[in-house]
């Protein structure tokens, strides 16, 4: 269950955060999700739900994912692009030598709280 312990790990996190802006509720996680982070994106919102109603901290809280295509490079001319699959050359200079960065991060973006 590697969803179950990366909400867990947010739940950490949020709980952490909480204390230090002394918020007593804690009412939208917005989080990121690399389209090759190999998470089950429905098993980490269910996780995560179930550990959140555990706390009134985060027993209201909403989670909203966002699934992020991973950025290709060009090695060439330093352009960039955001795509599922990765395109087969550079769409300014032609260049097939695209390098990837990121696409496996999960990150906490916004946390709403009260
Ligand atoms: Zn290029």
Do not use: W
Request: include cysteine; aromatic fraction near 4%; charged fraction near 20%.
């Amino acid at each position: 269950m590697h969803e179950f312990s990366l909400a867990q790990g947010l739940c950490a996190q949020l709980h952490g955060l909480a204390r230090q802006h002394r918020a007593k509720k804690i009412t939208t996680v917005r989080v990121d999700i690399g389209r090759l982070a190999g998470i089950v994106v429905d098993s980490f919102t269910f996780g995560f739900e179930v550990l959140a109603a555990e706390n009134p901290l985060t027993s209201e809280a909403r989670l909203a994912v966002t699934l992020i295509d991973p950025l290709y490079r060009c090695d060439n001319c330093g352009a960039t692009v955001r795509a599922e699959t990765p395109p087969s050359a550079c769409s300014q200079c032609a260049s097939p030598s695209l390098v990837r960065e990121g696409g496996d991060e999960l990150i906490l973006k916004q946390v709403e709280m009260e």
